[in-house]
Structure formats: structure tokens, C-alpha cells
């Protein structure tokens, strides 16, 4: 089955996100509201087989998690796809410096495209 770690601090956001995700099949999702929350669950739980995080985010933004997991050595081979509300050009380039990270989402995220790429990671949803 898939575990899907949501990096969100928009409640309404993790409430759709994770009912349209629901709808694909995609059961087993967790979800921490800011990036501190989601470097915690990836100390103290098995590793998600993708994260998706936004960036802008009180407590540790997206590129902090991102940089304190890279330094922290986390889950290094799990993809991230990018859910966010930043259109910045800025932001778009910054992300070719990740390895990791599988695909940029501007906000409101198009779940048909969203479940295309999760169905392309070739993993199993129940």
C-alpha cells in the first residue's frame, strides 16, 4: 500500500487533498502542517513512498524541510512533488537544485494529473 506524507499547514487544503486522493484509491496518507512536523515524522516513522509539500508554511517552510532532510539524511530516495501557491519563476528554478523532488504543482492542484503521476511512481495503492 502507499503511504503518502502530506506537508501542509492549510487545513482545508489537507481536507481536499487528501478526500480527492481518497477517491483515486490512495488510503494510507498522513499529514504534518509545516515542515518541522513532517522532519519529525520521518524520524520516528518508515519512510512515505512520496511526500508532498508545500512551501510556504510557518515553523520550517518546504525548502528548510527540504534542506533538513537532505542534511539529516531522511528518507533520501523518496520522491517530492511540490504543491504550492508560488508562481515565482525563483521558486520553479530553485527546485532543479533537489534531486528528489518529481514535480512542481502550482495550487489548486489538478488531481487527475496529480493521481497520473502517482500512478507512474509504478507503486501499489491498497
Keep these: 500500500m502507499i503511504k503518502i506524507l502530506l506537508i501542509e499547514d492549510d487545513e482545508i487544503t489537507n481536507f481536499i487533498t487528501k478526500t ?28 512515505p513512498d512520496l511526500i508532498l509539500l508545500d512551501l510556504n508554511m510557518p515553523v520550517l517552510d518546504g525548502w528548510d524541510f527540504l534542506d533538513a532532510k537532505a542534511r539529516l539524511n531522511l ?14 519563476i525563483e521558486d520553479r528554478k530553485k527546485v532543479d537544485i533537489y534531486d528528489s523532488i518529481l514535480d512542481y504543482m502550482e495550487k489548486p492542484v489538478n488531481f487527475d494529473v496529480l493521481n497520473t503521476l502517482l500512478s507512474n511512481l509504478k507503486v501499489k495503492k491498497m
Excluded at 528518507?75 to 515565482?88: G, L
Design 75 to 88: 528518507c533520501p530516495n523518496v520522491p517530492i512533488i511540490i504543491a504550492t501557491s508560488s508562481a515565482r
Design 20 to 47: 480527492n486522493l481518497e477517491k483515486f484509491g490512495y488510503k494510507n496518507i498522513d499529514i504534518a502542517l509545516n515542515g518541522q512536523e513532517g522532519i519529525d515524522y520521518l524520524n520516528n516513522n518508515t519512510c
